[in-house]
């Protein structure tokens, strides 16, 4: 009988420094998503800096062990958030001590997760005169700031600082480890790594000779599709549209966005000339369909688009356009006629080595529910009209 052990082959051998960070990223995300605890480590991966779980998936049982740790809790709120609730010092990213048998439901409010104004008594600077103890956030909490944002969680995070731990306690709590050279390396990788999987001839009422191209993200779950209308001319610059995916307006036929209407006029207009239209799973300007909705309610309550994404903790526009630039160049395209109203889509995608020739206006009906959002991305955002140019 053969006793000996099995050797896993060094995994370095597969991959690069970068390749093994962004799989380690995509884990560390991954682990908020689903509600568990992640250990932050320094930036060389040694010791442990900060353990982190994400306020939107905190559980009672959760909270309950991070108690258990015996040091003081923290709640991190990116500055955005900070400022929406009037936060003290609100220009950065703010770590907020925690009183004793704070709730889940208490946390999830301050951290814009569950609808509502947040009461008074709920802000530590109100409960305890001594708000010094409030500090902006360190480089390894705007690290994991950013996970919770690539996992379109609310970013939001329940923060432990204890003073030691062996590598072997982390590992007995089953924790993940993300140190935060890995973060940050995955956040400055300048090139978006897709893979393109798969590809077939899709009939569509508008067009029928139409390809459809599927893309995915080789370190995380995003699934983007190239729709080849026609046979476009790769010698010429091609009329192209980047559209990011709106589940409410594509699907729905929304009225609250112009989402569905410009999706349907630039199919029908490449129908016309042959084109691409590039489908972006990019849900609510990189936010993600639960914090859309949320955003929802509080444009109900009386906030313009803007400020909504900003009361929940995020940027006016969290989307990247790294993706359909690799897809461009995948598909063999160099140079475009970008059909769009955002000079920050056609700046992007030059930036990334495509030539944008010139831009196409894709002006969309404006009917009673989306016109405050329409004039708030063109007075807020720096939408252009008609043939308005960048």
């Known amino acids: ?3 000996r052990s099995f050797q896993l082959p060094d995994s370095a051998a597969l991959h690069s420094d970068d390749e093994l960070a962004a799989i380690r990223v995509d884990r560390a995300q991954t682990e908020l998503k689903h509600g568990r605890a992640l250990a932050v ?3 060389q991966g040694a010791a442990p800096l900060l353990l982190v779980a994400a306020v939107e998936t905190l559980t009672p049982n ?5 108690t258990s740790l015996g040091g003081p809790l923290r709640l991190l709120l990116t500055a955005e958030r900070c400022q929406a609730i009037a936060l003290p010092q609100a220009g950065a990213a703010r770590a907020l001590p925690l009183p004793a048998g ?24 109100k409960l305890h005169p001594e708000a010094a103890g409030a500090s902006d956030a360190t480089p390894a909490m705007q690290a994991a700031l950013s996970l919770a944002k690539r996992g379109r969680l609310t970013p939001a995070l329940l923060v432990a ?7 072997g306690t982390l590992e007995a709590a089953h924790l993940l480890q993300v140190s935060t050279s ?8 300048a090139h978006l790594r897709l893979r393109r999987v798969s590809d077939a001839r899709v009939p569509i009422a508008a067009h029928e000779d139409c390809t459809l191209v599927l893309f995915r993200e080789s370190h995380g779950d995003a699934e983007h599709v190239a729709i080849v209308v026609g046979r476009p001319d790769l010698a010429q610059p091609v009329p192209v549209r980047l559209h990011s995916s709106c589940l409410t307006g594509d699907l729905l036929g929304s009225l609250r966005c112009d989402c569905g209407d410009q999706l349907r006029d630039a199919i029908e207009r490449l129908a016309e000339t042959g084109g691409v239209l590039l489908y972006l799973a990019q849900e609510g300007r990189g936010t993600g369909l639960g914090n859309k909705l949320r955003a929802y309610r509080l444009q109900d309550a009386g906030l313009d688009t803007i400020d ?8 006016s526009d969290e989307r990247d356009f790294q993706s359909a630039v690799a897809m461009l160049k995948s598909l063999g395209i160099q140079r475009i006629r970008l059909m769009t109203n955002n000079p920050k889509k056609i700046e992007a995608i030059r930036s990334g080595g495509i030539d944008v020739v010139d831009r196409i206006p894709l002006i969309a009906p404006v009917n009673p529910h989306n016109a405050r959002y329409i004039d708030t ?11 308005e140019q960048e």
């Not at 890995?182 to 990788?189: E, F, L, N």
């Not at 909504?308 to 940027?315: K, Q």
Request: aromatic share 6%; hydrophobic share 40%; no cysteine.
């Open 161 to 167: 600082e204890p003073p030691s731990l062996l590598p």
């Open 1 to 3: 009988m053969n006793d």
């Open 182 to 189: 890995d973060i940050v390396r995955v956040q400055r990788d």
């Open 377 to 387: 991305k063109r007075e807020r955002a720096g939408h252009l009209r008609g043939e």
């Open 308 to 315: 909504a994404d900003r009361y929940l903790g995020f940027r």
């Open 102 to 125: 704070i709730t889940v439901e208490a946390l999830q409010q301050l951290g814009a997760v569950l609808p509502g104004q947040v009461a008074p008594e709920l802000l530590h600077e």
């Open 41 to 43: 480590l320094d930036p």
């Open 62 to 66: 959760r909270l309950k062990w991070f």
